[in-house]
């Protein structure tokens, strides 16, 4: 246990996390306290993430976190924010409170994308708060600050709200571009419905090399594009378990993206892409019929064009992948192109 400028402990058995941890309150707890019982994980949370940090230095620290996240998957309804301060059990749940409340530390710093700003953040908020109590508003204003941009979002999935998205991933390589479809669901009663956050994932090659690429995902449904230089044999999301995120499927999709597997139909030229109102399409045969097809095959747009460039409205398209077929007046594909509406 913890006491101000004491720790105490009744054995050490070969493992320092829980020295790491009630060391941690020295400055997580004691230094700083949580001002409500509500914000108890700005002391369990913060001491639960010093056992990550001494594994990080020390050992490979993933299988900490990987434990601490199916800890938290096993409370699909509750919140780090404890909503009743008079229970005790439920202040000081092992897995909301310390393992999920670490686990949020955890994806603070994701966020960040640079420790030295992360850290600089926790500095701050001793500084700032030293002696005193702070509740998690302020945490947040910290890091706002640090980042410059509003973090409600993120306070309100990760510390007010409950359960966990679950991430439907689809791919396939056309050419030097790699398709990702990725729909994000949630798991029962999670609330947000939907939770907002960026995604690594890591792209294995024919010759064994890998590489990250990291997507924002904003909405449900998203189509994404990475340009590549080699075979891709595997897509894996998350690969480092920066994320609470509950279990999803990876699927190679070969019928995302039908276009262009040497068919000796010409490529049209599209831009932008991705494109948000409008896209342009040059290089057109007229008169002819364009026809935008979603990932799955569907016709969700038809057009007749007459000029050489033409210009298509996208913006009642959902964000996604799509195949643009250009179709002469006797229905034969005489041009075609792929591209993402954001
Ligand atoms: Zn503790």
Known sequence: MEHQ??????EMGDDFTLTAHELFHQWFGDNVTCASWEDIWLNEGFASYAEYLYEQQ????????NQAHSYAYRSLLGSVRVPDTTNVSRIFDHDLTY??????????????????????????????????????????????????QPLDYFFN??????????????????????????????????????????VDYQLTFQDGSTR????????????????????????????NGWLLMYPGTVQHDNSLVLAARATGVPELT???????????????ASPA????????GRAVLRQPVQAAQAEVATQALAPGLYLLRLLSPTGERVGQGKFVKQ
């Open 5 to 10: 400028t004491m720790t105490t402990q009744s």
């Open 289 to 296: 019929t364009v026809e935008i097809c979603d990932a799955t």
């Open 212 to 239: 990250l690429v990291r997507f924002n995902q904003t909405q449900a449904g998203q189509g994404f594009v990475a340009p590549v230089d080699n075979i891709v044999t595997d897509v894996a999301v998350d690969p």
């Open 270 to 284: 599209l831009f932008p892409n991705p494109c948000h109102d409008a896209l342009t399409i040059s290089g057109l």
């Open 58 to 65: 020390y050992y490979d620290p993933r299988g900490w976190m």
């Open 157 to 198: 999935q990760w510390y007010r709200g409950n359960g966990y998205p679950i991430f439907t991933v689809r791919w396939n390589q056309v050419g030097r571009s790699l398709f990702l479809q990725v729909n994000e669901g949630a798991t029962a009663g999670a609330s947000p419905g939907f939770f907002r956050t960026e």
């Open 99 to 148: 393992k999920k409340g670490a686990s949020v530390i955890h994806m603070l710093r994701y966020l960040c994308h640079d420790d030295t700003r992360f850290f600089r953040v926790l500095r701050t908020y001793q500084q700032q708060f030293s002696g005193r109590t702070a509740r998690t508003a302020d945490l947040q204003q910290l890091f706002e600050a640090e980042l410059g």
